[in-house]
């Protein structure tokens, strides 16, 4: 396993880890089930005020679990003026799952 390989998959086991950020990324797989009163399409994303309010955390404390799942490739974020709407990458999770499945 080479240095950049490793420290990838170190991102993404550390951004997994903690429960808030693993129920952020199931809950952005179906996001018309959970973000109903986003009123932008869901196709741009979530907007991270919706976490807010699905979730009861600070704006600092959900951007900084937002910020931990970009850091590690599993969120791919689009800006719209001052609103920023996150989304899954979904080949980023595929291809880590894939190779998780490969070495252990």
């Known amino acids: 396993m080479d240095d950049i390989t490793s420290i990838d998959h170190v991102d993404i086991l550390k951004a997994l880890a903690h429960p808030t950020r693993l129920e952020f990324l199931n809950w952005m797989r179906e996001p018309e089930k959970h973000f109903t009163s986003q009123?932008?399409?869901?196709?741009?994303?979530?907007?991270?005020?919706?976490?807010?309010?699905r979730c009861g955390l600070s704006q600092s404390t959900v951007s900084a679990h937002l910020?931990?799942?970009d850091r590690a490739g599993l969120v791919e974020i689009s800006r719209v003026g001052q609103w920023s709407f996150y989304r899954r990458n979904e080949p980023a999770i595929q291809a880590f799952l894939s190779e998780l499945k490969d070495r252990l």
């Open 39 to 53: 009123l932008h399409p869901l196709e741009m994303g979530i907007c991270s005020q919706q976490f807010e309010k």
């Open 67 to 69: 910020a931990a799942l």
